[in-house]
Each structure stands twice: as structure tokens, then as C-alpha cells.
């Protein structure tokens, strides 16, 4: 009978081949690799920022941020009476400020025409 498909070919059985390939799956396994002291985070850490992130996404990402942050103290401020509602105020002023400086900043980082 004539066979359509080849067949396969002969496996491979290179003894030094086969005996790398399982050192190295039961290193990674067994024996992981230690992690070295600048990638440990320090103590209390709960939040990292990923390395390798480019500048325009951490300005575009600060900021979302500080908009939102704007728009929670204004409800809070508008709820509050008297010297909370001042405190609460400032609190916004600085934050839109920082968001003044970050869109200027994201501004001459964006070479865009």
C-alpha cells in the first residue's frame, strides 16, 4: 500500500543532548536561581513600577492619575464645611497644579507633529 505522508524521521538520541536537557529541567525545577540583592524589594513595599517602562507612559499614566485624584477631592471639598472644605481645596489646587506640570512635561517628551 502505497503511503501518502513521509514518515517521521528517526528521533534524536544523543546521549550528551538528552543528558543536558534533563540537567537543565531539573535545575529549574529543583534548584531555582537566587535572587540577587537589587532585584529584592525592600521591606513594606507593596507597589513597583516596572522597569523598562518609557518616559511618555509614565507621564501619560501620572497623569490619569492626578485627574482622578482631582476629581476626588473636589466631591470631598464640596461636601465639606468650613475649615476641612478649605483644606480639602488646597489639596486640589495641588493637585491640578502637579497635573499642569505633568502635561507640560508629557507635552516636550511627545515630538509628535
Do not use: C, W
Amino acid at each position: 500500500m502505497y503511503k501518502v505522508t513521509p514518515n517521521p524521521p528517526a528521533p534524536e538520541t544523543d546521549p550528551r543532548k538528552i543528558q543536558e536537557a534533563t540537567d537543565r529541567a531539573l535545575d529549574f525545577y529543583l534548584n531555582p536561581k537566587q535572587t540577587s540583592p537589587e532585584d529584592e524589594q525592600p521591606p513594606g513595599q507593596l507597589f513597583k513600577v516596572v522597569d523598562g517602562i518609557d518616559t511618555e507612559s509614565l507621564l501619560a499614566n501620572l497623569s490619569e492619575t492626578l485627574a482622578s485624584a482631582d476629581a476626588m477631592v473636589s466631591d470631598l471639598a464640596f461636601d465639606l464645611k468650613g475649615s476641612g472644605r478649605h483644606i480639602a481645596l488646597g489639596i486640589q489646587q495641588l493637585i491640578e497644579l502637579s497635573g499642569l506640570l505633568a502635561s507640560r512635561v508629557l507635552d516636550k517628551v511627545n515630538t509628535q507633529p
